[in-house]
């Protein structure tokens, strides 16, 4: 038991109603919020949270997120997320979280895969996967994983965006959270009002930088399914992926 | 001891990496978020939080709010946000809060008014002054009362902005933070980079809704002193002042 406790993180979050959308709804980025706190907080009392990695000069990089929820936490209602490493490769590694109700009833679930990079050539640098391995959990994830979104960029269009000083993170790039928030917005408030949001994917492929000059595209590949691209000069910077229904 | 804690708030919280704007500093809409959250629970602790006054068909409305910093906490930094009420009237209340670090020195102070409205005429409601004035809490805050913006909003221009999903609060308004971070995203990240916001006010005077067409204007009004103004149609909605140093 002692062990298994020290591999799986416990997260309690109060939903407060100034965290909810128009429906009193839990939004995506909000919980995606909840799953970066929970796994920067899980990371850093395990010796590889945000100080550590960057006293080796290196970072965290959120590289592919996937979100499913079968339902949505409402007003004040008390909710645990779990967090536990799943795998650990030379360059990537995948992080599970399990987000259950007040009765311990799943919500929903979520996927990440991370890389650390090194922060001066912001290129990617091998995991100490020895040290990271000792966290592996078995515990079943039932959704899959993150896959290929399809492009759906054209030459000309697109909701055009700029990068503003509340997009940016604490390493002067386009927050994560805040590329889903923009891609979310794609939306009309009347499918938010009729529809939910099943499985939320992201696949973020460079870093959005200041004053940067974004499209924003979205279509419907097939029924209720939607892909979303960010592109800067023609080229994608993050692709997502919504199943509505 | 028991009264005086009964009346007074006392909220922790853990700056983290991902709340953190490129300099590493918390920002005015994350503290703001902070001040939301304690006043929300400390209300509903009380009696008078978000549902007790659904469930008479009213609800509490941010007026003015005026935060003055003479820190901004970094990373990894434990603070304690205390807040209480300072005064009761017929129509609005006053709410003070302190912020102190690890160590219990003062890193800011704010003041906020708050007023009732019905939710169905959207129109103010008297208070309950006497159950309210219960918890009124003689404790210094030692910055001066929201006070009145100079308007700086022109005929023509302004930066355009159009509401979005994720400006809604649960009310399906634009959320009182969002007006923050919208008038912060004026100053440019050089401004950022060599000054701090020492006091930030703001006086929130009409609802923003979805799909709103508004205009944002900002004016240096004396030397670091700015006002800002977001605009619909010719009238402002709400208005701004960043007091840099």
Redesign the interface.
């Known amino acids: 038991m002692e062990t298994k406790k020290t591999k799986l993180g416990e997260f309690p979050f109060v939903t ?3 965290l ?3 429906r ?1 709804q839990l ?1 995506i ?1 909000m919980i995606g ?1 909840y799953l ?2 929970a796994a ?2 899980h990371a ?1 009392q395990r010796g590889f949270g ?2 550590d990695m960057n006293n080796r000069r290196t970072a965290w990089v959120l590289s592919r997120l996937a979100i499913e929820m079968y339902r949505y936490p409402g ?2 209602e008390h909710i645990t997320l779990y967090t536990w490493i799943e795998d650990v490769g030379r360059l990537f590694t995948s992080r599970c979280f399990e987000l259950v109700d007040a009765s311990g009833v799943p919500l929903g679930y979520a996927r990440s895969i991370w890389a650390a990079i090194d922060v001066d050539s912001r290129k990617p640098t091998p995991l100490d996967v020895e040290a990271l391995s000792e966290y592996i959990t078995q515990r079943d994830c039932p959704i899959e994983k993150p896959g290929k979104i399809q492009a759906v960029e054209q030459e000309t269009g697109g909701v055009p965006y700029r990068v ?3 997009d ?5 790039h386009l ?3 805040k590329y889903m ?2 891609m ?2 794609l ?1 009309s ?1 009347d499918m ?1 009002d009729q529809k939910n949001i099943r499985r939320f994917e992201i696949s973020y492929l460079s870093e959005g930088r ?2 940067m000059d974004l499209q924003l595209f979205m279509a419907e590949t097939s029924t209720n399914k939607y892909s979303m691209a960010m592109c800067h000069e023609d080229k994608a910077i993050c692709r997502a992926a919504a199943l509505w229904d």
């Open positions: 407060e109603s100034y909810l959308d128009f009193g939004t980025p919020t970066l706190h920067s907080i850093a945000f100080a007003m004040s503003r000083y509340s940016l993170d604490v390493n002067g927050n994560s959270i928030e923009h979310l917005d939306f408030l938010y200041y004053d």
